[in-house]
């Protein structure tokens, strides 16, 4: 993960008028109060306080990554990662267990340069938050055992095959560090390693890994959030003074390598899709001072529908199904990348050179005031938006501290990118984006001689006995909680606008940035019949085009004040939503209304956006869980409207017409609620969004009436044939419930003792006991009709048929065959009631909880109802809510996967089995 504030804006692909950009000075943020010491054995602690919503995070920075391995050794930091959560001297156990009692969320994640460890719990909680990171870097060692080491190398071995080798371009960074990197340069492997490395990974070793870098002196302590900043203290220095120091760390710090001519590599890859190519040249180490400039280029050159390669290459020429470039800067190296995807047909030597050109052009002439202006609007407004919860504050605090020497960088970061110039941004060009670079194009064809990406060995993994009375008696050792906070609930002021339409207003005055959703009581269940997709289809085009503004107006004119502007919906719903700076709210209210009242769905871009979904099918057919997810619904539901998907039949069957039809009939203002969350003026927002809506105008709509849903005809398993796959992708399950059922309390408790959390059976079987997957789940999806439930996930090739046995087992323990235990249901109890609050932390966070009360006529006090509807749940209601709404004879078990190598495991379950066509279409049994 890149550091610097401007990471997040690649992620701002929909937003740019312009309008006064900050000179060489950035505009203030808001202030961001901090305290920092060190223990004295070395340890750094951060301290910043957040009393808006009782949550506080904890987490732990360790400057250590992937860089600092070895080769032959690689993987060790990511291994290490996952074992910290095995258990430790004072708590023996899966570390998930007491925090997510708490109501805690908790994750690790290991980079290049460092290991983050981190848990956002209720306040009351810190206490145990603080004891449990403590003791797992003072005390892990003792805890550690072979069993353990096995399980975990295993679950990432998993994880590699399902974020590697069973994707299309899976490899590409791979194959990036080694050619960009050469041995010995410890960037030229990347974090996850290989597999003959991990399992060559001996106890020795990862105790030496541990000993080496597991240490006072190599750790950053952050606490951000709700608490008491003296009982903190106490408790930090209690648990966290234990630690050892440690030695001084020699870090490494090579010369960054260069490439002295251009270098070409061409992969061919059986699972992609279409042809692509990536263009990568050296850069610089994050921080250097022309890491702000690169980061404006690539904005400049790929985020946004305005920015030049889009406007080129997806939207004018329409040669790519995408592109997207980014400058990558870590502690001793940078990259900066473009990659490119043709589209059917295209060349991509025809791309490359128009890629060239643009970065050309740039050279000989530096990039627009306008452009340079979006880019830093961006920034500020990108910046600012980040600052909502105590885990992102937490996360760039230890970052800055970690990498700069000072954790409170906010503004001085900014102000790096504020003194960015036009010139800046020429001479990084010139200076990087040279012909010393490397292409690398991926071509979608078999390997010679058909490589079999499925040929992997049965997990050899003996699950650990761990007493059960020692961990009790360990776990009622933990420090308890301290008494409940109190979550107020802001107020909600509700109004009605002259046309009808109601507004729900909520104050937020943290930040100053605010929220507005457009909330439309129908979604694409509401599509009339023969014309599947047209509700997304309509969705996706209402920004592109108006009575007064181009879609490159509209994208140009949001990015210039950094507001985000998206249009979608789901099967109930229809939403069209802002975040912007509260400062900016006039010209993006301006945009926003536009968009709601005055889409034109220009004819061009019509056919535009169904050339590129057209695309998009192609490329849907290579990925595993596309495919699953298609066929599962198709399985399940038929010709329901929860079964349809977009076909090229469905799409070519669509006009622009259609489109204009449906939004006739759906923008209507009595059909929705506007949501406004946020830093706004009360007295006058009425005012003002009655002059920006007083053209719309039009009464209610009616919600169709779904059609009855059907038992599944034909139970059993359903192949997906996927030559080569290193994976089986596992999906069982059948019709659920819908969101009004009486019994929507009892089945989310029920459901998260079966598979919803990583400590729920499923998970604890399937991934941390079997070690069969990297994770694997369970759950319900609400809808007005009855959605689906499923479980299931990516399982190793090799252990499909065990899977598909332990996941059955478990549906069928929920039901009675492994009964619920109070201790299980008081647990998942606290657990969802204990995380409530933090669904109410960021602006967006409010108004989605909003608009579940609009949507489904949940009724104002449904919030303060939870709780105790929560709190009533028995051990009889969930017996009673699992055998009724469970039934695993009933179910379709849909598998992705390579057929001559799982059916013949399968065939031994005992159940019918049927096949599919990658579309989900049955092809025979």
Request: aromatic fraction near 8%; hydrophobic fraction near 35%; charged fraction near 20%.
């Given at each position: 993960?890149?550091?610097?504030?401007?990471?997040?804006?690649?992620?701002?692909?929909?937003?740019?008028?312009?309008?006064?950009?900050?000179?060489?000075?950035?505009?203030?943020?808001p202030?961001?109060?901090?305290?920092?010491y060190?223990?004295k054995n070395?340890?750094?602690v951060?301290?910043?306080?957040?009393?808006?919503?009782?949550?506080v995070t904890?987490g732990?920075?360790?400057?250590?990554?992937?860089?600092?391995?070895?080769?032959?050794?690689?993987?060790?930091?990511?291994l290490?990662?996952?074992?910290?959560?095995?258990?430790?001297?004072?708590?023996?156990a899966?570390?998930?267990?007491?925090?997510?009692?708490a109501?805690?969320?908790v994750?690790?994640?290991?980079?290049?340069?460092?290991?983050?460890?981190f848990?956002?719990v209720?306040?009351?909680?810190?206490?145990l938050?603080?004891f449990?990171?403590?003791?797992?870097?003072?005390?892990?060692l003792p805890?550690?055992?072979?069993?353990?080491l096995?399980?975990?190398?295993?679950?990432?071995?998993?994880?590699?095959r399902?974020?590697?080798?069973?994707?299309?371009?899976?490899?590409?960074?791979?194959?990036?560090?080694?050619?960009?990197?050469?041995k010995?340069?410890?960037?030229?492997?990347?974090?996850?390693?290989?597999?003959?490395?991990?399992?060559?990974?001996?106890?020795?070793?990862?105790?030496?890994?541990?000993?080496?870098?597991?240490?006072?002196?190599?750790t950053?302590?952050?606490?951000?959030g709700?608490?008491?900043?003296k009982?903190?203290?106490?408790?930090?220095?209690?648990?966290?003074?234990?630690?050892?120091?440690g030695?001084e760390i020699?870090?490494?710090?090579p010369?960054?390598?260069?490439?002295?001519?251009?270098?070409?590599?061409?992969?061919d890859?059986p699972?992609a899709?279409?042809?692509?190519?990536?263009?990568?040249?050296?850069?610089?180490?994050?921080?250097?001072?022309?890491e702000?400039?690169?980061?404006?280029l690539?904005?400049?050159?790929?985020?946004?529908?305005?920015?030049?390669?889009?406007?080129?290459?997806?939207?004018?020429k329409?040669?790519?199904?995408?592109?997207?470039?980014?400058n990558?800067?870590?502690e001793?190296a940078?990259?900066?990348?473009?990659?490119?995807?043709?589209?059917?047909?295209?060349?991509?030597?025809?791309?490359e050179?128009?890629?060239?050109?643009e970065?050309d052009?740039?050279?000989?002439?530096?990039?627009?005031?306008?452009?340079?202006?979006?880019?830093?609007?961006?920034?500020?407004?990108?910046?600012?938006?980040?600052?909502?919860?105590?885990?992102g504050?937490?996360?760039?605090?230890?970052?800055y501290?970690?990498?700069?020497?000072?954790?409170?960088?906010?503004?001085?970061?900014?102000?790096r990118?504020?003194?960015?110039?036009?010139?800046?941004v020429?001479?990084v060009?010139?200076?990087?984006l040279?012909?010393n670079r490397?292409?690398?194009?991926?071509?979608?064809?078999p390997?010679?001689?058909?490589?079999?990406?499925?040929?992997?060995?049965?997990t050899?993994?003996k699950?650990?006995?761990?007493d059960?009375?020692?961990?009790?008696?360990?776990?009622?050792?933990?420090?308890?909680?301290?008494?409940?906070?109190k979550?107020?609930l802001?107020p909600?002021e509700?109004?009605k606008?002259?046309?009808?339409l109601?507004?729900?207003m909520?104050?937020?005055?943290?930040?100053?940035m605010?929220?507005?959703?457009?909330?439309?009581?129908?979604?694409?269940?509401?599509?009339?019949?023969?014309?599947?997709g047209?509700?997304?289809?309509t969705?996706?085009?209402?920004?592109?085009?108006?009575?007064?503004?181009?879609?490159?107006?509209?994208?140009?004119?949001?990015q210039?004040?950094?507001?985000?502007?998206?249009?979608?919906?789901?099967?109930?719903s229809?939403?069209?939503?802002?975040?912007v700076?509260?400062k900016?709210?006039?010209?993006?209210?301006?945009?926003?209304?536009?968009?709601?009242?005055?889409?034109?769905?220009?004819?061009?871009?019509?056919?535009?956006?169904?050339?590129?979904?057209?695309v998009?099918?192609?490329?849907?057919?290579?990925?595993?869980?596309?495919?699953?997810?298609?066929?599962?619904?198709?399985?399940l539901?038929?010709g329901?409207?929860?079964?349809?998907?977009n076909?090229?039949?469905?799409?070519?069957?669509?006009?622009?017409d259609?489109?204009?039809?449906?939004?006739?009939?759906?923008?209507?203002p009595?059909?929705?609620?506007l949501?406004?969350?946020?830093?706004?003026?009360?007295?006058?927002?009425?005012s003002t969004?009655?002059?920006?809506?007083?053209?719309?105008?039009?009464?209610?709509?009616?919600?169709?009436?779904?059609?009855?849903?059907k038992?599944?005809?034909?139970?059993?398993?359903?192949?997906?044939d996927?030559?080569?796959?290193?994976q089986?992708?596992?999906?069982?399950?059948?019709?659920?419930?819908?969101?009004?059922?009486?019994d929507?309390?009892p089945?989310?408790?029920?459901?998260?003792?079966?598979?919803?959390?990583?400590?729920?059976?499923?998970?604890?079987?399937?991934?941390?006991?079997?070690?069969?997957?990297?994770g694997?789940?369970?759950?319900?999806t609400?809808?007005?009709?009855a959605?689906?439930f499923?479980?299931?996930?990516d399982?190793q090739?090799?252990?499909?048929?065990e899977?598909?046995?332990?996941?059955?087992?478990?549906?069928?323990?929920?039901?009675?065959?492994?009964?619920?235990?109070?201790?299980?249901?008081d647990?998942?109890?606290?657990?969802?009631?204990?995380?409530?609050?933090?669904?109410?932390?960021?602006?967006?966070?409010?108004?989605?909880?909003?608009?579940?009360?609009?949507v489904?006529?949940?009724?104002?006090n449904?919030?303060?109802?939870?709780?105790?509807?929560?709190?009533?749940?028995?051990?009889?209601?969930?017996?009673?809510?699992?055998?009724?709404?469970?039934?695993?004879?009933?179910?379709?078990?849909?598998?992705?996967?390579?057929?001559?190598?799982?059916?013949?495991?399968?065939?031994?379950?005992?159940?019918?089995?049927?096949?599919l066509?990658?579309?989900?279409?049955?092809?025979?049994?």
């Amino acid at each position: 993960m890149k550091r610097s504030l401007v990471f997040i804006i690649a992620a701002v692909l929909l937003v740019g008028t312009a309008l006064p950009v900050f000179a060489q000075t950035a505009p203030k943020l808001p202030k961001i109060k901090t305290k920092e010491y060190k223990l004295k054995n070395g340890m750094r602690v951060i301290t910043h306080v957040d009393r808006s919503t009782p949550v506080v995070t904890v987490g732990t920075w360790y400057h250590v990554g992937s860089k600092n391995e070895e080769p032959g050794r690689t993987g060790f930091a990511h291994l290490f990662e996952h074992m910290m959560f095995q258990g430790s001297k004072n708590y023996d156990a899966d570390y998930f267990t007491p925090l997510q009692e708490a109501g805690g969320s908790v994750n690790g994640t290991t980079n290049q340069d460092r290991t983050w460890y981190f848990e956002t719990v209720p306040s009351n909680f810190l206490e145990l938050a603080l004891f449990m990171e403590a003791d797992r870097l003072a005390n892990l060692l003792p805890a550690m055992t072979q069993e353990k080491l096995d399980n975990q190398r295993d679950v990432v071995k998993n994880e590699r095959r399902q974020r590697v080798d069973n994707q299309p371009y899976g490899a590409a960074f791979e194959k990036i560090g080694e050619i960009l990197y050469p041995k010995p340069h410890p960037y030229n492997w990347t974090t996850i390693g290989s597999l003959e490395d991990l399992q060559a990974a001996s106890m020795d070793d990862v105790k030496n890994f541990f000993r080496r870098y597991y240490t006072a002196r190599n750790t950053i302590l952050v606490v951000s959030g709700d608490f008491d900043e003296k009982q903190a203290k106490t408790w930090i220095e209690k648990y966290f003074g234990q630690v050892v120091p440690g030695d001084e760390i020699t870090r490494p710090n090579p010369t960054q390598p260069t490439l002295a001519k251009e270098v070409r590599v061409n992969v061919d890859d059986p699972l992609a899709p279409l042809p692509r190519r990536y263009f990568v040249w050296h850069t610089v180490r994050q921080y250097a001072p022309d890491e702000p400039a690169l980061d404006i280029l690539s904005n400049i050159l790929s985020s946004g529908r305005g920015s030049r390669l889009q406007s080129n290459l997806v939207y004018g020429k329409e040669l790519v199904a995408n592109v997207f470039g980014f400058n990558n800067s870590s502690e001793i190296a940078g990259a900066f990348q473009i990659q490119a995807t043709a589209r059917p047909g295209k060349s991509l030597d025809e791309i490359e050179k128009e890629i060239l050109t643009e970065i050309d052009k740039i050279k000989k002439e530096p990039p627009t005031a306008e452009e340079i202006a979006r880019a830093k609007n961006s920034i500020e407004s990108q910046t600012i938006f980040g600052l909502q919860t105590t885990l992102g504050k937490a996360s760039q605090l230890t970052n800055y501290a970690g990498y700069v020497g000072k954790a409170n960088y906010f503004q001085q970061d900014l102000d790096r990118y504020a003194r960015v110039t036009a010139a800046d941004v020429q001479r990084v060009a010139n200076t990087y984006l040279t012909e010393n670079r490397l292409v690398m194009t991926y071509t979608p064809k078999p390997a010679a001689g058909g490589g079999n990406r499925a040929a992997n060995q049965p997990t050899s993994v003996k699950s650990e006995k761990r007493d059960q009375t020692k961990i009790d008696a360990q776990a009622a050792a933990l420090p308890k909680g301290g008494p409940d906070p109190k979550l107020t609930l802001p107020p909600i002021e509700k109004t009605k606008l002259a046309n009808g339409l109601e507004v729900w207003m909520v104050e937020q005055r943290e930040l100053p940035m605010l929220s507005m959703n457009l909330v439309m009581k129908t979604g694409s269940a509401n599509e009339p019949d023969g014309k599947t997709g047209v509700a997304g289809l309509t969705t996706s085009l209402m920004d592109d085009g108006t009575k007064t503004r181009t879609a490159v107006e509209i994208a140009n004119g949001l990015q210039s004040i950094g507001a985000n502007l998206g249009v979608g919906g789901t099967f109930d719903s229809t939403n069209v939503s802002l975040q912007v700076l509260t400062k900016n709210l006039e010209p993006a209210l301006a945009i926003f209304a536009d968009v709601v009242q005055n889409p034109t769905f220009p004819a061009t871009e019509f056919e535009s956006l169904r050339g590129r979904l057209l695309v998009g099918l192609r490329q849907q057919r290579s990925n595993p869980n596309a495919i699953n997810n298609a066929a599962f619904n198709k399985v399940l539901y038929g010709g329901h409207p929860y079964g349809r998907d977009n076909t090229e039949a469905t799409l070519k069957a669509i006009s622009r017409d259609d489109l204009v039809n449906y939004y006739q009939s759906t923008f209507k203002p009595e059909n929705g609620v506007l949501l406004v969350v946020g830093d706004f003026n009360k007295s006058t927002l009425k005012s003002t969004l009655d002059k920006a809506f007083s053209g719309w105008t039009g009464g209610s709509v009616a919600a169709k009436q779904l059609p009855a849903t059907k038992p599944l005809e034909k139970p059993g398993i359903y192949i997906v044939d996927r030559p080569n796959s290193a994976q089986s992708v596992v999906t069982a399950g059948q019709v659920g419930i819908e969101r009004s059922n009486p019994d929507f309390v009892p089945v989310v408790v029920m459901n998260s003792i079966l598979g919803g959390t990583i400590t729920s059976r499923i998970s604890m079987n399937l991934r941390e006991d079997k070690g069969y997957t990297y994770g694997a789940n369970s759950g319900f999806t609400f809808r007005r009709g009855a959605g689906p439930f499923r479980a299931g996930g990516d399982m190793q090739t090799a252990v499909t048929k065990e899977s598909v046995y332990e996941l059955m087992k478990e549906i069928r323990g929920i039901r009675g065959g492994i009964p619920v235990t109070q201790k299980e249901l008081d647990y998942n109890k606290q657990s969802i009631i204990r995380r409530f609050p933090a669904a109410f932390e960021t602006i967006g966070g409010i108004s989605n909880q909003l608009a579940n009360l609009i949507v489904y006529g949940l009724g104002d006090n449904y919030f303060n109802e939870y709780i105790g509807k929560v709190n009533a749940v028995t051990i009889d209601d969930v017996n009673r809510v699992a055998n009724k709404y469970l039934d695993p004879d009933k179910m379709a078990i849909v598998i992705v996967g390579d057929r001559k190598v799982i059916e013949p495991g399968l065939k031994e379950l005992g159940m019918p089995i049927y096949y599919l066509d990658a579309d989900g279409n049955l092809i025979g049994n």
